[in-house]
T-cell receptor, first 112, second 111 residues
Framework: DQQVKQNSPSLSVQEGRISILNCDYT??????FLWYKKYPAEGPTFLIS?????DKNEDGRFTVFLNKSAKHLSLHIVPSQPGDSAVYFC???????????FGKGTRLHILP | SQTIHQWPATLVQPVGSPLSLECTVE??????LYWYRQAAGRGLQLLFY??????ISSEVPQNLSASRPQDRQFILSSKKLLLSDSGFYLC??????????FGPGTRLTVT
């Protein structure tokens, strides 16, 4: 049973436009959500996170939105840049558990 | 600052051979440590995690095992590799917060 779902395996966005990556989860006990960015042959790097007590967190070009009633979160990148081309993983954790559950990832292509 | 090391970076091993991947963390003490595998189309799969020396939790039953002989050392092993063990193996650590920080990874090809 996949608790964190990223239903879009890939996404292509024009440079300068907004990239929106979506993530759905099923476990209502999740209280912390994270986004990671991964380049080929490298480890994922932490990008941004949000606690379940918030509905928005912003860091520069990156904003994460959380809709608890829909069990949905999204990552917005504005404006999109060529270096943003990577695989983005959504992840979630419950009550400071020792584990983080990852989605399968979405490959983002930024088009020139 | 904290750094995490993994080696080797790449490995090609025949089916049935043993495996040992090592991960070490510097600049912190008593971290939580994790082994993940990224296989094509399957995202990041948690294999093992450890909250202290000698404490290992297994998430996926398989022919792999993990050990934590020292506070900042985490080892992933197998006695006999299978073709299905091929993938990109990632070690990660976390402090007492939610975020995890990943190592550079090891690309394992079982032939």
């Amino acid at each position: 049973d996949q608790q964190v779902k990223q239903n879009s395996p890939s996404l292509s966005v024009q440079e300068g436009r907004i990239s929106i990556l979506n993530c759905d989860y099923t476990n209502s006990m999740f209280d912390y959500f994270l986004w990671y960015k991964k380049y080929p042959a490298e480890g994922p790097t932490f990008l941004i996170s949000i606690s379940s007590i918030k509905d928005k967190n912003e860091d520069g070009r990156f904003t994460v939105f959380l809709n608890k009633s829909a069990k949905h979160l999204s990552l917005h990148i504005v404006p999109s840049q060529p270096g943003d081309s990577a695989v983005y993983f959504c992840a979630a954790s419950a009550n400071r558990d020792d584990k983080i559950i990852f989605g399968k990832g979405t490959r983002l292509h930024i088009l020139p | 600052s904290q750094t995490i090391h993994q080696w080797p970076a790449t490995l090609v091993q025949p089916v049935g051979s043993p495996l040992s991947l090592e991960c070490t963390v510097e600049g912190t003490s008593n971290p939580n440590l994790y082994w993940y595998r990224q296989a094509a189309g399957r995202g990041l799969q948690l294999l093992f995690y450890s909250v202290g020396i000698g404490q290992i939790s297994s998430e996926v039953p398989q022919n792999l095992s993990a050990s934590r002989p020292q506070d900042r050392q985490f080892i992933l092993s197998s006695k006999k590799l299978l073709l299905s063990d091929s993938g990109f193996y990632l070690c990660a650590w976390s402090p007492a917060t939610y975020e995890q920080y990943f190592g550079p990874g090891t690309r394992l090809t079982v032939t």
